[in-house]
């Protein structure tokens, strides 16, 4: 199976990798972290076992890097891609918009908003659904009325992105994701 399956392939460098996720681009004790990071992926396996039969697989199909340029190719195993994906689908989410979220929980709102509406389209959601969407724990009373108050204050840095918000009702709302660029 996974022979023939795709990858989820990462190709870039570790200064650009770096540079992602917020550490030091310029720090040689970064990137060296990074590559330590990825190397421990790499010897993570997998023993699936459904009823009598197993199944063993490492994590990462695929590495290599090359410190003389700081190239870097990381490939994720195809049936762990597939598991991820959700077999064959995918989501596209803008770095960009992610870096101008000021807040975790409008980065985690933008996350899970992503995944649910496609560029160009709307869909309906509840304040309380919007909050499962950050804390997956039920809460009730004062905490819930927090993490309402959080919400609200998350959907102004969605909207300044150009995303369309508007309360139709009390707590219920029309969220519309931008098209995509080019």
């Not at 989501?91 to 996350?111: F, N, Y």
Request: aromatic fraction near 6%; charge should be positive.
């Amino acid at each position: 199976e996974a022979v023939t399956a795709d990858a989820m392939v990462v190709k870039g460098s570790y200064r650009a990798l770096a540079k992602e996720i917020g550490a030091e681009v310029d720090s040689g004790g970064a990137l060296k972290h990074i590559q330590d990071c990825i190397e421990r992926l790499w010897k993570v396996s997998i023993i699936a076992q459904n009823g009598r039969k197993r199944q063993g697989f490492r994590l990462l199909s695929e590495y290599a890097s090359d410190e003389a340029d700081g190239r870097l190719y990381v490939a994720l195993n195809p049936l762990i891609a597939q598991a991820v994906m959700g077999g064959g689908q995918h989501v596209r989410i803008s770095m960009d918009e992610v870096r101008a979220l000021d807040s975790e929980t409008a980065r985690l709102l933008h996350q899970r908003l992503c995944g649910w509406i496609d560029p160009g389209k709307t869909g309906k959601a509840s304040i309380d659904t919007l909050c499962g969407y950050v804390w997956p724990s039920e809460a009730s009373g004062s905490t819930m009325r927090k993490r309402r108050q959080r919400v609200r204050e998350a959907l102004p840095e969605l909207v300044a992105l150009g995303w369309t918000v508007t309360e139709f009702a009390a707590g219920k709302y029309d969220i519309t994701r931008p098209k995509a660029a080019g």
